[in-house]
């Protein structure tokens, strides 16, 4: 009886507990202060009157996916089969279209379109005279606002890949024990709170992405911890992966009043507080946002539209000095900083204007409210140059850097609007892999006169100039010198050889006219024979 009376108790206790998770859901879908931006319970029905305005405003900066309902002339073609027109079952297709967004809300949006409509939407899309059967899926990107602009699917994991990939990646990934630390120590030194993924997986799981999107005005910081050991989990009390933990900084005071601060998990308990979704997860950071009172942002269409219209793109800015600076590309800013380094020599204005013209319509082009576009004077300002390891003969070079992540990515290619669009947008896409790298800090901008600076560059060239021609001048002064006297000693010399030359021949000329002697002759005389004696 006992363990009847215990399971029925048990069986009631889970049950009120689904119950709860189903209500919580529901009510973290209207009235959470984190929305999934611009999703509805369910997707929206699709026709050439609304397509625009659904895509453009409904979806907001979310990926959209797109599902064409299969044609008659479709569903022969897959399945080889004569179809009834009558048999396709509309409303089990659109409950099919309704579970994608389901376990995806906040991730993606979805859109779909009936046959009846496809012809209008196709007709929109100038689609018409380029295919004759309609698409299957369609994906916008992640901030897209152009209807023209999205890739074509066959299969809807494949959408949802693509969609999932045009998410921006804000958080600090791939961290290992030390990265970590160091994250956690940053985030304590922002006074914000360490969010952190803890998972075997390196890329980033789209869901953590949305979420690190969504709250990106919140002063939470978000990582992934990839592949953490044993030790490791059994020190962070990690049951198993993936798992999302929350750390809290308590500050205590000891005896000498010296601050210190002492870290504490709260750990996402699926059990709790649901699987690890988006909408889930949002309502479990929305009660640390309020229980530290953080400002929640709006989650309307204009918060979520990241796309500036023209009348909203701000000039460009010059970093002039310390206070510009600090003022359009600081750690306090969400928007990542697009900064120009120009060499500002006053030789070079023209073709300077010329350049920062071509940079603003990449502005104009880009317009999204994730850029701040400036410029400064690197030449002038070469602790710019210092700081991320430029070297001045690369002027002009455009970088992205993202202060408070302390991330910088480097554009390479030529000073150009078509590739430096197709680099900000893989940037935004997160799909930088080269000439992305960590610095230290932020450059400390000098409030240094940059017209007196080149002026006085101008006039110790001049005089390095004048130096190095009188150095020339004694030089070349030297060197003829040199060769005169040379060429003097050259003379000197066959003048000497001349004069030596002459009196040889002239002592020659001598010898010959004198008068030749004769020469005595020695005659032998005879010797007498020796008497012979007795």
């Not at 606002?145 to 990646?169: G, L, N, Q, R, T």
């Not at 006074?191 to 939470?220: G, H, M, N, Q, S």
């Not at 000891?254 to 507080?273: P, Q, R, W």
Request: hydrophobic content about 45%; overall charge negative.
């Amino acid at each position: 009886v006992e363990n009847r009376w215990f399971h029925t108790a048990y069986a009631t206790i889970m049950l009120s507990r689904a119950f709860c998770l189903a209500f919580l859901a529901l009510a973290t879908l209207c009235c959470s202060g984190i929305k999934a931006q611009g999703t509805v319970p369910g997707a929206v029905k699709l026709n050439a009157d609304n397509y625009i305005s659904e895509i453009v405003n409904a979806a907001g900066s979310l990926p959209a996916i797109i599902a064409f309902q299969p044609t008659k002339a479709a569903e022969e073609a897959e399945s080889g089969d004569e179809v009834d027109g009558d048999a396709f079952d509309v409303e089990a297709w659109k409950k099919k279209v309704d579970k994608y967004l389901l376990g995806n809300i906040g991730v993606h949006w979805i859109g779909y379109v009936l046959e009846a409509d496809i012809a209008g939407v196709m007709e929109l899309l100038a689609l018409t005279e380029a295919d004759d059967e309609p698409p299957v899926f369609l994906v916008y990107d992640h901030g897209d606002k152009d209807v023209s602009a999205f890739e074509e699917f066959e299969e809807y994991a494949e959408a949802k890949a693509a969609a999932a990939a045009s998410i921006p990646d804000l958080t600090t990934h791939e961290m290992n024990e030390v990265s970590y630390q160091a994250f956690v120590a940053q985030a304590i030194q922002d006074e914000a709170i360490p969010v952190v993924l803890f998972t075997e997986k390196r890329e980033t799981p789209a869901i953590f992405k949305a979420i690190a999107f969504a709250f990106r005005d919140y002063k939470f910081a978000f990582g992934t911890y990839v592949e953490p050991g044993p030790q490791i989990m059994q020190n962070y009390q990690i049951p198993k992966l993936p798992h999302l933990s929350i750390l809290i900084a308590n500050k205590e005071f000891g005896k000498d009043k010296d601050e210190s601060v002492k870290l504490s998990f709260a750990h996402y308990d699926t059990k709790a507080y649901g699987p690890l979704k988006f909408i889930y997860i949002a309502r479990w950071l929305n009660s640390f946002a309020t229980q530290f009172n953080m400002e929640i942002p709006s989650s309307g269409a204009e918060q979520a539209d990241q796309r500036q219209r023209p009348d909203e793109i701000p000039p460009l800015v010059e970093l002039a000095d310390a206070a510009s600076a600090q003022a359009a590309c600081s750690e306090s800013r969400k928007a990542l900083c697009v900064v120009a380094l120009m060499d500002g020599k006053p030789a070079l204005a023209e073709e300077r204007q010329r350049l920062l013209a071509e940079f603003r319509t990449v502005q104009e082009s880009v317009a999204s409210r994730q850029f701040h576009f400036m410029w400064i004077d690197a030449a002038c300002h070469a602790e710019w140059l210092d700081a991320f390891a430029i070297d001045p003969s690369a002027l002009p070079s455009v970088v992205v850097i993202s202060p408070a992540y302390r991330v910088l990515a480097r554009y390479v290619d030529p000073f150009q609007k078509a590739p430096m669009i197709k680099f900000l947008t893989r940037v935004l896409k997160s799909r930088m892999k080269k000439n992305v790298s960590p610095f230290s800090q932020m450059p400390l901008t000098t409030d240094r006169d940059c017209a007196a600076h080149h002026a006085a560059e101008l006039e110790a060239a001049a005089a390095a100039d004048a130096d190095a021609d009188m150095d020339m001048e004694s030089f070349l002064r030297e060197l003829r010198e040199e060769e005169e006297a040379r060429e003097r000693a050259l003379q000197e010399d066959l003048a000497r050889e001349r004069e030596e030359e002459e009196a040889a021949e002239a002592a020659a000329r001598a010898a010959a006219a004198a008068p030749k002697k004769k020469k005595k002759k020695n005659k032998k005389k005879k010797r007498s024979a020796p008497k012979e004696e007795l």
